[in-house]
């Protein structure tokens, strides 16, 4: 369901007639378009998780990170266009040194979504710049709890127990209404979350893809970092033991 | 007695300023003499400033410097408290008041003491001293007269005190100071904070305990003009 703007959708700065900006909508396209992206909040912390799809097969593994840490409490991942992820992956970094300089203490998660949601919101105000095309979900761990956010083009940000966006979004949200995360651990979370995204890819339409996993909880002492190499594997071979049951059927 | 007073010699708080913790909260003192030069500018002053509803600081040294360094504080804080949409850390009031004073450590002459509660940490009490250090303390004192409260603390200072006990010990101690210390005198104030709020309070100069070889206060010479005429003497 994609509606033309013809006439309208040439700026940012044009509204079309019936008070829509279709370059920010554009921009949403172009989110929908990457691998899915998912994050669960846990009673004890958050879980992200990335379906990285990979583009060529002599791609060293492990090698173009979409999850990066923006404090040592706090984490980013990343969908859409990459080179413009990397620039408010900067942005926020660049917030909670400051917040911290200034202030004394790490930047609460509310406070730093809401930079980076206006960082984002800037650039769909003025003509010389192109609204970045990137969705991004932000998951920390401050002095009131696990909280995550979700940040898109058009620099509207939430805060959510649950979010995935990306390709698979739709069935990735379907799934994550099914569990029930106010009684979860991260450790199961993180069983979770790779169960879904095995889930959602689509193995017609993408070939191979990569999983990547992190999380900010507990047990990693409220420190945003990847998901342990141990508990990545068993939470892969779950996952495709899932989908191998799921195929028997 | 020197009758040529530099009367505008910048106004200075002797001074005696006093944070301490409790079980529950905080009690912060002051005496409440100014001085210019030898002069008593001001003997009620109020060295104990509100930065928000629940963090105060305790002013020693320049009078004009500690007041300029708690306004922007103050104005600082408020904007962070509406970004932060709840009330701000004791922390990070006292590293605003921090960064000031170091950074402008070459133009400043303030010790500050800052004192609160928040729901995060309770009660707590940071000192900076001239230098712009930052540091936690269960009890800071500061200004002249805190010299002669070093030893006096050693041995009264306990901790999870109750209220009235800190506060006790906080009057206790500025009346001692203002007893050996010729740049502090006049009443002492204390504001208790805790998670109920703030509460202020007053204790005149002449209604303190009398210390070492402290004289009862001498009423004006001039009661004698007022006093009936003495019985006349029987030989």
Redesign the interface.
């Known amino acids: 369901m994609s509606s033309i703007g013809t006439g309208y959708d040439l700026s940012v700065t044009t509204f079309s007639p019936d008070g829509r900006v279709f370059q920010i909508e554009y921009a949403a396209k172009a989110v929908d378009n990457s691998g899915t992206v998912i994050g669960i909040k846990c009673k004890d912390g958050i879980v992200m998780g990335v379906e990285k799809l990979i583009a060529s097969k002599m791609i060293l593994p492990g090698s173009n990170r979409r999850i990066h840490s923006v404090h040592r409490h706090s984490g980013m991942a990343v969908a859409g266009l990459a080179a413009d992820g990397r620039q408010i992956v900067a942005r926020a970094k660049s917030e909670a040194t400051n917040y911290q300089s200034?202030?004394?203490?790490p930047i609460?998660v509310?406070?730093l979504a809401?930079r980076v949601a206006s960082y984002v919101h800037l650039c769909t105000l003025y003509w010389w710049l192109r609204p970045f095309g990137c969705g991004i979900i932000l998951g920390g761990y401050d002095?009131d709890g696990p909280q995550l956010y979700m940040v898109e083009p058009s620099g509207i940000s939430y805060r959510y127990f649950g979010a995935a966006i990306g390709k698979g979004k739709q069935a990735a949200k379907t799934e994550i209404e099914k569990l029930n995360l106010s009684e979860m651990t991260c450790r199961e979370g993180v069983i979770e979350v790779a169960k879904i995204i095995y889930k959602v890819h689509d193995e017609a339409k993408d070939k191979a893809f990569e999983l990547e996993m992190s999380w900010v909880c507990d047990e990693s002492k409220q420190q945003h970092q990847k998901v342990p190499d141990e508990l990545l594997e068993e939470a892969k071979a779950a996952a495709r033991t899932a989908l191998e049951e799921m195929d028997a059927d | 007695m020197d009758l040529n007073m530099d009367l505008n010699a910048p106004h200075s708080m002797g001074t005696t300023i006093i944070g301490v913790t409790y079980n529950g909260g905080v009690v912060l003192g002051a005496d409440s003499r100014t001085s210019t030069g030898m002069y008593v500018a001001n003997r009620a002053s109020d060295k104990i400033t509100q930065l928000t509803d629940n963090v105060y600081v305790c002013r020693s040294g320049s009078a004009a410097d500690s007041q300029l360094v708690s306004d922007y504080v103050r104005y600082f804080l408020h904007q962070?408290t509406i970004?932060?949409?709840q009330p701000a850390?004791v922390?990070?009031a006292?590293?605003?008041i921090?960064?000031l004073s170091y950074n402008n450590k070459n133009m400043l002459e303030t010790g500050l003491i800052v004192g609160g509660w928040d729901k995060?940490e309770g009660g707590k009490i940071y000192g900076i001293p001239l230098g712009g250090t930052?540091i936690e303390q269960p009890f800071a004192i500061g200004g002249s007269g805190s010299s002669y409260l070093y030893g006096f603390f050693d041995q009264a200072w306990k901790e999870g005190m109750t209220k009235d006990e800190a506060e006790q010990l906080v009057v206790k101690a500025v009346s001692l100071s203002i007893a050996r210390d010729g740049a502090s005198g006049g009443v002492v104030r204390t504001v208790v904070i805790n998670s109920e709020g703030v509460t202020r309070n007053f204790y005149p100069g002449d209604k303190l305990q009398l210390w070492h070889e402290e004289l009862e206060p001498q009423n004006s010479l001039l009661d004698i003009l007022n006093s009936p005429s003495p019985e006349p003497m029987n030989i």
């Open positions: 200034g202030y004394g203490e609460p509310k406070e809401e002095r | 962070h970004q932060l949409g850390t922390k990070v006292a590293n605003l921090r960064l995060y930052l």
